[in-house]
């Protein structure tokens, strides 16, 4: 492999500016009333799950119906996207969704405005440990929670999750109800339709207080929109394109794509939402699967981080799940131009707050670069990083020590020992 020279500019590369605040909804004026199920939200003695599941949908995959079975036989295919993401009982056997995770669900509107609120809840639900726990009732944990699960029994949980299922379903229920004739499409592609333009209305979609969010987008009709260029090089121009004229900021979320219909669109809608602050970290045609787990741990660690002769203010946001694996992880360097790059690889972690992270194949910086080939490695010293591959960060007492680097490159700049980026950021407190 042919070893390159990195040249990285006083206003190029990783200026990876943005924050994590989040967007607030206006008024819409929408006449659809929210169903919620908040009783398992905040139960005392038991833990947070750490994230949040932000769900928008396109009008145009919900069905006009006059509600019961009609509404069944004409949207079964939403509501099992819809159960598959946020019921407790198939999204938590599947992993998809972590016990009491808030789940919000959104109706973007057909004309652009904002977003409408459509459900809001928690997953009443229990780990395995904390149903032990709960059934001896010897714990805190039994003693604190009486007041929403009762005993702990099953019948009693089982009667939460059915209430909390019903509000779900009756929230599309009505809204197919609702549901006004559709209406003339916007012309143009996925980053001009009307989908886009609703989430960009939203000031908030995401509860401050609910963890890290993730975001789920159900909507076939715009999905559909994206091109679907034979090349992948040209797909992830477009999408980089797109991304910087639409101007939409998810602010470092995990987006997950379902009922696309088609896999030829991937390419482009990776590209588009990294470009606008998004990790794709999964894309079905059918009910969402295979998705990272949530958080068991999360930390934010800012400092600086030299380059080209500047500094820049920087964040990590750090997120490990049960396995091990780095989910909904983000670097970012506040500068001229906003870029986030998710970081994902793997932790080993040896107790008492000390973490070995390491980058896996996904390529970090390099998903930057429309062309993902290794001879395009270091071509453009603009992109975060230089496009480089390559992590390792150690966690230890409240410091995070980094070095990012690629086998690829030699030499940064004009200086023979530059051979990689170091910097140290401190611990959130």
Not at 50 to 55: A, K, P, S
Not at 395 to 423: C, T, W
Request: glycine fraction near 12%; proline fraction near 5%; charge should be neutral.
């Amino acid at each position: 492999m042919a070893m390159r020279n990195l040249f990285v500019g006083v206003c190029a590369a990783l200026l990876l500016a943005g924050c994590w605040s989040s967007p607030e909804t206006k008024e819409t004026g929408q006449s659809v009333s929210a169903k919620k199920f908040m009783g398992a939200c905040n139960v005392e003695g038991l833990a947070g799950p750490g994230r949040q599941t932000v769900i928008l949908i396109d009008p145009s995959s919900l069905v006009k119906s006059t509600g019961g079975s009609d509404f069944s036989a004409k949207n079964a295919r939403l509501r099992d996207a819809l159960l598959a993401i946020a019921d407790p009982d198939v999204a938590g056997d599947t992993g998809n969704l972590a016990p009491r995770e808030l789940v919000t669900v959104f109706l973007t509107s057909p004309t652009g405005a904002a977003p409408q609120l459509i459900f809001s809840g928690c997953a009443p639900s229990l780990t395995e440990a904390e149903r032990t726990q709960l059934e001896k009732n010897n714990s805190t944990i039994g003693k604190a929670s009486d007041t929403f699960f009762g005993r702990g029994t099953a019948n009693e949980i089982k009667e939460q999750k059915e209430g909390y299922r019903e509000a779900l379903i009756a929230s599309l229920n009505v809204a197919s109800q609702a549901k006004a004739d559709g209406g003339a499409e916007r012309d143009g592609g996925f980053a001009q339709s009307a989908f886009v333009a609703s989430i960009r209305s939203a000031t908030r979609l995401y509860d401050p207080a609910g963890g890290m969010a993730r975001m789920v987008l159900i909507a076939p009709g715009a999905i559909g929109k994206a091109p679907s260029y034979p090349n992948p090089v040209e797909a992830r121009k477009a999408g980089f394109a797109d991304a910087k004229n639409a101007g939409l900021d998810l602010a470092g979320v995990e987006v997950v794509v379902a009922m696309a219909n088609s896999d030829r669109t991937r390419n482009y809608l990776d590209a588009f939402m990294l470009g606008s602050g998004g990790d794709l970290v999964a894309f079905s045609n059918g009910a969402p699967s295979g998705l990272p787990g949530p958080p068991m741990w999360r930390k934010t660690y800012v400092g600086t981080i030299a380059i080209g002769g500047e500094t820049y203010p920087a964040e990590a946001r750090i997120a490990v799940d049960a396995r091990g694996n780095l989910v909904n992880s983000w670097l970012e360097m506040r500068g001229i131009s906003k870029k986030t790059v998710p970081l994902s690889g793997m932790a080993t972690c040896r107790g008492a707050g000390k973490c070995d992270l390491r980058s896996d194949d996904r390529g970090f910086a390099h998903r930057f670069y429309a062309d993902r080939s290794e001879a395009a490695i270091g071509s453009d010293g603009s992109q975060p990083f230089g496009g480089m591959r390559r992590f390792e960060m150690a966690i230890d007492q409240g410091k995070l020590v980094a070095r990012v680097y690629d086998p690829g490159i030699s030499q940064i700049g004009d200086d023979p020992n530059a051979k990689d980026f170091r910097f140290t950021l401190s611990e959130r407190t």
